[in-house]
């Protein structure tokens, strides 16, 4: 009886489950590992990690990464808290505005935003041309360590706008009529009472910005020029057009999910710090803002996310410009698009549809499992997968890509240069957007609900498809269009694991990017933009809600 309990259909699921995981993701990365450890011979060696360490020009990769995720995180900080403030607590005229538009500059390809800087403010950039040639104002270079910060910063501040506004909601009003009663009020009360409140939403927010810049990999290669960074030089070692080294791509790829790792960690750790939760009984009711202080808030605002979004505005009249090569010509028309519609357009929308879609559709049924499993079945063996399912968001994408390569080049796993290597990564790389949105959705069912079904004679693979799926529907299709628009802006992955036959449109725009046709690069671009707009307008219409699990 005992056995029977022990290993029945769900226990068999999470075997399942865990093979799988193994099978995908701990043999890859056991066979990054092997091979950083080992030489053409087959001998254990640790000379290419000896050879990371042993020079300057290696071992800066690290520090420079570090130095610009962390000073991109801090900035993020300073600019998204105050917006998501007035947003939360005061009525913004255009609120909404503001959040669409928002959401749409985080989620978008963070290599575009990067690629549309360069033609506004590079070299030959029309607002550097502008204020040289008319005003004789020289605004300095948009390359290296201050370019990737003030990319970075306006592309990820509204992370920290909409985590943040998901924790002012829950902020209770009597907790702040109490503050006002000790006089703590004002800015005294935002950083003493209001911060202090949200400070587990920050540290995750912080981990968020600083994952995601310190695994970027398209600003850095178009703008960091001298400012090499940790995810270039990984990529640069794998692919560079100055030699090709595997086995030491592999040891700098080992020492990046050990940082990332460690980085995760410490913030776990911070977080449980403030082990506490807080719920709005008595929600805050927004204020009118008014006089000066109100003009500036609206001031700051829009200001703000107006200058976050002028990429994607400008990558899309950019798309209508005639053009030869790298140069805009005068007049406007479709050939760009036309152009595009030669060189690999077709393919790039059918294989970011078709295998996206794939992919997503393999999300959505492991999301929901382990959701469930999570929720409903909670123990040692479910714990670990969903572990296990979060350790790929806090990798870089080339690592991924490198460890599915090592993996699965050889037989009887020969994947490489294959559409299902693609999907591979893609599933295993954005299933935690759908795991988190459906997790958060099961936890508010009442079990009740599955045990009446059951008790009235429904079995438990009929209870879960007919009852606790249908309960978690707006979670997982939350979820999975943010999976969706991940995949859709995904580059540092796809630029490893991609050919000519399983081509993308992010991968398209940077191969046009690459051979200097800015038109073709700012048609695929748009194309790539508006995919990204219409996917979170269905986000915003279905899920109802502004708390974003991203």
């Given amino acids: 009886m005992g056995a029977k309990r022990r290993f029945d259909m769900w226990t068999v699921v999470s075997l399942t489950l865990l093979g799988l995981f193994a099978l995908f993701l701990l043999y890859p990365l056991w066979g990054l590992l092997r091979q950083s450890v080992l030489n053409a011979q087959g001998e254990f060696t640790l000379e290419y990690f000896q050879r990371f360490f042993s020079y300057r020009y290696y071992t800066i990769t690290i520090v420079n990464s570090l130095k610009v995720s962390a000073a991109i995180t801090l900035v993020t900080l300073i600019l998204g808290i105050p917006i998501s403030y007035f947003y939360s607590f005061y009525q913004l005229k255009g609120a909404k505005v503001l959040f669409v538009v928002s959401l749409l500059c985080a989620m978008s390809a963070p290599f575009i935003g990067a690629y549309s800087w360069i033609l506004l403010l590079g070299r030959q950039g029309v607002i550097t041309k502008f204020l040289g040639d008319y005003l004789g104002i020289n605004i300095g270079s948009i390359y290296g360590?201050?370019?990737i910060l003030f990319v970075q910063s306006l592309k990820l501040f509204p992370l920290v706008f909409i985590y943040m506004n998901g924790a002012f909601k829950d902020i209770d009003n009597s907790l702040l009529e109490a503050s006002a009663n000790m006089g703590i009020v004002g800015v005294r009360r935002l950083f003493r009472v209001i911060l202090q409140l949200t400070m587990p939403t920050i540290l995750a927010a912080s981990l968020v910005v600083f994952m995601r810049a310190f695994a970027d990999f398209g600003t850095p290669l178009l703008i960091g020029e001298g400012y090499r960074t940790f995810p270039v030089e990984i990529?640069?070692?794998?692919?560079?057009?100055?030699?090709?080294?595997?086995?030491?791509?592999?040891?700098?790829?080992?020492?990046?999910?050990?940082?990332?790792?460690?980085?995760?960690?410490?913030?776990?750790?911070?977080?449980?710090?403030?082990?506490?939760?807080?719920?709005?009984?008595?929600?805050?009711?927004?204020?009118?803002?008014?006089?000066?202080?109100?003009?500036?808030?609206?001031?700051?605002?829009?200001?703000?996310?107006?200058?976050?979004?002028?990429?994607?505005?400008?990558?899309?009249?950019?798309?209508?410009?005639?053009s030869s090569g790298a140069v805009f010509l005068p007049g406007f028309s479709l050939d760009n698009y036309r152009m595009a519609a030669n060189r690999l357009l077709g393919r790039s929308i059918n294989n970011t549809v078709f295998l996206g879609l794939g992919a997503l559709a393999v999300i959505v049924v492991v999301a929901m499992i382990i959701a469930y499993l999570v929720v409903r079945r909670s123990n040692v063996l479910n714990n670990t997968i969903d572990t296990l399912s979060m350790i790929p968001y806090v990798m870089p994408g080339?690592?991924?890509?490198?460890?599915?390569?090592?993996?699965?080049?050889?037989?009887?796993?020969a994947l490489t240069g294959t559409a299902a290597i693609m999907m591979i990564a893609w599933v295993i790389r954005r299933m935690p957007y759908t795991i988190r949105s459906a997790t958060a959705t099961l936890q508010l069912v009442p079990l009740s609900v599955e045990e009446a079904a059951t008790s009235l004679g429904a079995s438990k693979p009929k209870t879960f498809a007919r009852i606790t799926v249908p309960m978690m529907r707006n979670g997982i299709l939350s979820g999975a269009i943010l999976s969706w628009i991940t995949i859709v802006t995904e580059l540092s992955s796809a630029i490893i694991l991609y050919n000519n036959r399983t081509i993308t449109l992010t991968m398209s725009t940077y191969v046009a990017i690459s051979r200097g046709n800015d038109g073709l690069a700012a048609a695929f671009a748009a194309i790539t933009t508006a995919v990204t707009a219409i996917s979170i307008i269905i986000y915003l219409a279905v899920s109802k809600t502004e708390d974003v699990q991203i």
Avoid: C
């Fill in 398 to 413: 080339s690592v991924i890509g490198i460890a599915l390569v090592i993996a699965f080049s050889n037989r009887p796993f």
């Fill in 145 to 147: 360590f201050g370019g």
């Fill in 235 to 322: 990529y640069n070692q794998y692919l560079g057009e100055h030699g090709q080294d595997y086995r030491f791509a592999a040891a700098i790829s080992v020492l990046a999910v050990i940082m990332t790792t460690a980085v995760f960690l410490l913030q776990k750790w911070a977080t449980s710090r403030y082990d506490f939760s807080i719920s709005a009984m008595n929600p805050v009711e927004k204020k009118k803002p008014t006089g000066i202080g109100g003009v500036l808030m609206h001031l700051y605002s829009y200001i703000l996310v107006g200058i976050a979004f002028l990429p994607q505005a400008y990558i899309v009249y950019l798309s209508f410009r005639n």
